[in-house]
């Protein structure tokens, strides 16, 4: 196998699956005019994980979010990378009430779907009536109960539960063989009220949505994947809910596995699904008949009409160094580069485009290199660690060691105690973690939101933790009555092993806090990806270090995962603080004034300080390298910098 662009690669083979690459054992400079030998192929796009679930009801990770961006279709879209304004989709145009909360969406006609039926507006509200039905605490289905049923509600089973007059909202969320034996008129009570909140009407050609309350980023929750338009016959037929309120139940609550669509995709976009192969790749193909280019309508205000690259490969590779030796030997368009290879990948780097506020300023910097460097674009993903108050202990948890305050474990309620998690924050080192764990491309975060959204504290006027020995240890002298600063403690920290910036992390924890005494001993244990995710799911980590990505460009974005939500469901946040929480999340995102949610936001920031429920580490800037043969690359600070192919070209 050969490419023009065979750069500095590595000795020995390469293996491909069942395909064996011949690799030379010297570097050989490209020439300068890079040309793809296969333009009509945008392949092997190399990423380290795979996806859950081409359910765009129930996905909720990056992966699957960009292979169903291209497949599936939204009623509005972002203008190019301008994430403030939007344009028309699948509908042709939109009206807001005055008070915010009704909004009623005109929906194109002569769209068809891969399959050739056409596109309706019951299509279009049956894809989010089937989604709010679904639900799931792990789906993005909290985005839609909100402003539908109001701040606080983030599944349809807690709109169940009230129905029936239960004090515990929650006694139904992800058991779905409990819901299915409650009041039967309670069940369909909830579906006729999601039946009412999103409504289609046929002679009209129109979809409306009656909120419950304004809702200040609704328009940008509709542009993402889970806002997908799905086929209802294509989806019923595939097993998917037959939108009858009598049988709903029986469809809430599936997992990423057991959802009808986990491994089909039916859509109006650019591109169509060819196959899956599990653990390896996932083929998307062109969409010959795509409706934008017959009707000449442009993806964004100068931009396509559909997409010039006629298939993508996106396959699946774990292993970075077989990934590096394919981004040598130009095997890859694009390849995800983990931080810590930036140096090693530079050395491939001919064009530097840097990131000024709107553009990329670029410049060559060596005729012969063939990457092209894209960097300094504000990220909208953070990592941080997070704290379980209630540590699973149902069955034998290695996690905690002797599961008792004697110095050869941690009790399961260890960080209930507010010292042991300021002892935590103050015993990570946030300069470390920036020059090595991110390679300096990063800065210390102040509270649970990222620069850019409303509020964000710039002049760190906001009280910050910073890297102390000394308050690390005072807080473990107050820790659980003097306890743990008289016995010490012993646990372990689980990591994605996958991910070397989780290791580092946990590393800096497990070498400071021996530095305060050996008796603080902190064992750090790399684990498979899916025995990782799956700890967090049975909250059986003393602590998890996890990614969030930014689904819309609003601060209650940030808030309510962070402080009452996604995440504070995995650390088992106690009631009253959640509580607390939740009354000035609920004002923010209600504020009618833009310096109300300002000042509403600046106090949840403070809380956030005060009861340190996990350690909020750092914001990077993104980078995105591909090979100098492509073209059509934007930054967009909501879908990424590798998922939207169809603005992609080739030569």
């Known amino acids: 196998m050969s490419r023009k662009i065979l750069w500095f690669v590595l000795s020995g083979l390469v293996i491909l699956g069942m395909v064996t690459v011949a690799v030379a054992a010297t570097p050989t400079p490209p020439e300068s005019n890079f040309e793809s030998e296969d333009p009509t192929t945008l392949y092997n796009i190399v990423s380290a994980n795979d996806m859950y679930t081409f359910d765009p009801a129930w996905n909720y990770e990056s992966t699957g979010n960009t292979i169903i961006s291209n497949v599936y279709e939204q009623l509005v879209t972002y203008n190019r990378g301008d994430v403030t304004s939007f344009v028309p989709a699948l509908a042709e145009r939109w009206d807001i009430s005055e008070d915010g909360m009704t909004y009623v969406f005109h929906i194109r006609r002569d769209i068809k779907f891969h399959n050739g039926a056409d596109l309706t507006p019951e299509d279009v509200a049956y894809s989010f009536r089937r989604g709010l039905l679904q639900g799931g605490d792990r789906s993005p289905q909290w985005m839609y109960t909100e402003p539908f049923f109001g701040t606080g509600v983030y599944d349809i089973s807690e709109v169940v539960a009230e129905r029936v007059g239960l004090e515990d909202r929650t006694a139904f969320v992800d058991a779905p063989r409990t819901l299915e034996t409650t009041d039967p008129a309670a069940l369909v009570t909830t579906c006729k009220m999601v039946m009412d909140a999103v409504q289609y ?22 542009t993402q994947s889970w806002a997908s338009v799905l086929d209802k016959d294509w989806a019923v037929e595939n097993g998917a809910w037959d939108g009858d309120c009598s049988t709903w139940q029986y469809y809430y609550g599936i997992t990423s596995e057991t959802t009808p669509l986990y491994d089909v995709m039916n859509g109006t976009g650019p591109y169509m ?80 485009c840097e990131w000024d506020s709107r553009s990329f300023t670029c410049r060559v910097t060596n005729e012969k290199a063939p990457l092209r460097l894209f960097v300094g674009m504000p990220d909208t993903s953070r990592t941080d660690v997070f704290f379980v108050f209630d540590i699973n202990v149902e069955r034998e948890n290695p996690y905690i060691g002797s599961g008792e305050l004697d110095g050869k474990g941690i009790p399961s309620n260890f960080f209930d105690d507010v010292h042991v998690r300021k002892a935590f924050n103050y015993c990570f080192d946030w300069e470390t973690y920036v020059g090595s764990a991110s390679t300096g491309e990063t800065v210390q975060n102040v509270g649970y939101s990222i620069p850019g959204m409303t509020s964000y504290d710039y002049e760190s006027n906001t009280p910050t933790y910073t890297y102390d020995p000394e308050m690390c ?104 603080m959640r509580e607390e929480f939740q009354e000035l999340v609920s004002a923010g995102v209600t504020a009618p004034t833009s310096e109300e949610r300002v000042s509403i936001y600046q106090q949840l920031t403070a809380l956030d300080y005060e009861y340190s429920p996990a350690i909020r580490l750092a914001v990077a800037t993104g980078r995105h390298y591909e090979l100098r043969w492509m073209s059509g690359y934007y930054y967009d600070p909501i879908y990424g910098t590798d998922s939207r192919y169809f603005t992609t070209t080739k030569q």
Do not use: C
């Open 473 to 576: 240890a005072r807080e473990l002298q107050q820790a659980w009555n003097g306890e743990v600063w008289q016995k010490g403690f012993h646990m372990q920290i689980g990591y994605d092993a996958n991910n070397d910036t989780h290791r580092r992390i946990a590393q800096i924890l497990q070498t400071n806090f021996q530095r305060i005494a050996p008796k603080f001993n902190i064992e750090v244990i790399g684990l498979p990806q899916y025995s990782f995710q799956t700890a967090i799911s049975a909250k059986q980590l003393p602590l998890y270090i996890s990614d969030w990505q930014g689904d819309v460009r609003d601060p209650h974005n940030w808030a309510q995962p962070f402080l009452v939500g996604t995440y504070t469901t995995r650390q088992n946040m106690p009631n009253w």
């Open 201 to 222: 009407d046929e002679e009209d050609w129109t979809v409306t949505f009656n909120l419950s309350q304004a809702w200040r980023p609704f328009l940008s929750t509709l």
């Open 273 to 352: 699904f060819d196959h899956r192969t599990p653990g390896e790749e996932t083929v998307l193909v062109r969409n010959q008949n795509y409706w934008r280019e017959e009707q000449n309508v442009p993806m964004f205000e100068g931009g396509p009409t559909g997409a010039s690259i006629e298939r993508v490969v996106f396959k699946q590779v774990s292993d970075w160094e077989t990934r590096y030796a394919m981004l040598q030997a130009g095997d890859a368009d694009f390849v995800y580069v983990p931080r810590e290879d930036f140096t090693r990948v530079d050395s491939m780097v001919g064009e530097r």
